[in-house]
């Protein structure tokens, strides 16, 4: 079982930084759950971003519209950067206020552990990138809000990494221009990272891109091209992040086979049962991957015998004693 202290957490940026220097586009999985992070991890992903409309849905089961409180973000941030060893990066939609109030959210943020955070330039209360209805706040008032997160990062973590996302391409009276005017604003603020919300086409990232300061790193999320993205494509427009939403995955599969039970019951999940017996997380692979057998390596060690001999006396489908680790 994991317990990281401060020292850990602060170099997760040290980790994404460096994954930034030797690996772009870094494949990163995006969630809302402890478990969808250790799921990427275990996978073999080098880091994991927290969609804030993922944490609304599965946290509170409301939709990415501003509801979601810094506090609550906060507390699912601490939940999921203690589960895994991999930089995670947060979104902290409009950074719950002013620039003051963006300050203090950077700060709890990185001492929940995570290693990058962003903020978009949308008014409060926000809306999803994908949703239509989206207005922007001036540009000048949003490089101040980048300046203080950037200028509270180097007070706290010099390593750690601030994102800038724009969202004035699809805003009210949005526009390309209006994209690469805020991108520029934003590195002169002092971030690490450009990230345009809602380019329409493959032009339109090149023009982006090539408009940023020379060496400058950038950032897409390509979800509303058509045809999508290839990986070679990700990779020749510069884009230093490429990502997948798990949890839609999870969603779909869900679905499917809840409709099929609502239909067949007990006949449907007995097939489910069998065809995934063999597969990582089927039977109990959820618990090994959440830490069952490093929890017995610690009462090996903690605990007196006596107190041990609980499994030799009981009865149980799992036994955590003898089921592999499955932390990278």
Known sequence: MRHHGISHKVRAGTKLRKLLREEQPIPTIWGGTAHHAQLAEVTGFKAFAISGSNTSTHILGMPDAGLLTMSELVENVRRICRSVDIPVIVDCDTGYGNAVNVRRT???VILAGAGALFIEDQVSPKRCGFVKGKEVIPVEEAAGKYRAACELRDEIDPDFVIIA?????GAFGGSVEEVIKRGRAYFEAGVDIFY??????REEIRQV???MPAGSTFM????????????QEVTDLGICISSAFVAKVGSVAMYNFLRDFAKRGEDAWNEFTESSENHPM???GAFDLTGFPELTEIENRYLPKDRLDKYEG???AYDPRNRPSLKP
């Open 106 to 108: 950077v700060e709890e």
């Open 165 to 169: 996302r724009s969202d004035s391409r």
């Open 196 to 201: 345009a919300e809602a380019l329409q086409n």
């Open 209 to 211: 891109r090539e408009a």
């Open 220 to 231: 897409v999320l390509p979800f509303s091209i058509d045809p999508p993205l290839t990986r």
């Open 282 to 284: 089927g039977g109990f």
């Open 314 to 316: 009981t009865i149980g």
